[in-house]
């Protein structure tokens, strides 16, 4: 099955934006397999973030990170990925549609609020990052035959 990492920031939780950001994958109709609030260490930032170490905005965007709790989801469906990509809108929240969380809630690159896996390989990866073995619960949501034909 297909997983997504999705990440409300640091930001989003000081913003009081963690109901208003659930709620849009909840409404969706993704199944949520994993859920916590989370004071990011910085070597588990680097790590998850290593592919952006060579940038000029790696430091900084390691202490946005570790700057305060993080909300860690994993959700579940197929499609997930590219549609919470979708959901979450452009990395550059002036460049994201209006409806997308990034459209709706943030202005600027460095303070976009939530981060979503960019390919199903990085959801496992992200999510067996983040998670640890018994925090992710299987599950059978009772309005699937109402989501799912
Ligand atoms: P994530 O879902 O967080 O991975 O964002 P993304 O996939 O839309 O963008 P990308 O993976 O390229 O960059 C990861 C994060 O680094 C972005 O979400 C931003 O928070 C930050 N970032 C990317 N580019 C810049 C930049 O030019 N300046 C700053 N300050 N931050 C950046
Ligand atoms: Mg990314």
Redesign the pocket.
Known sequence: VEESYIMIKPDGVQRGLVGEIISRFEKKGFKLKGLKLFQCPKELAQEH?KD?QS?P?FP??ID?ITSGPVVCMAWEGVGVVASARKL?GA?NPLNAEPGTIRGDLAVQ??R?V???S?SPDNGKREIALWFKEGELCEWTPVLEPWLKE
């Open positions: 973030y952006l940038k905005f900084k965007l946005y979450i990395t690159t460095g976009n939530v981060h979503g960019d």
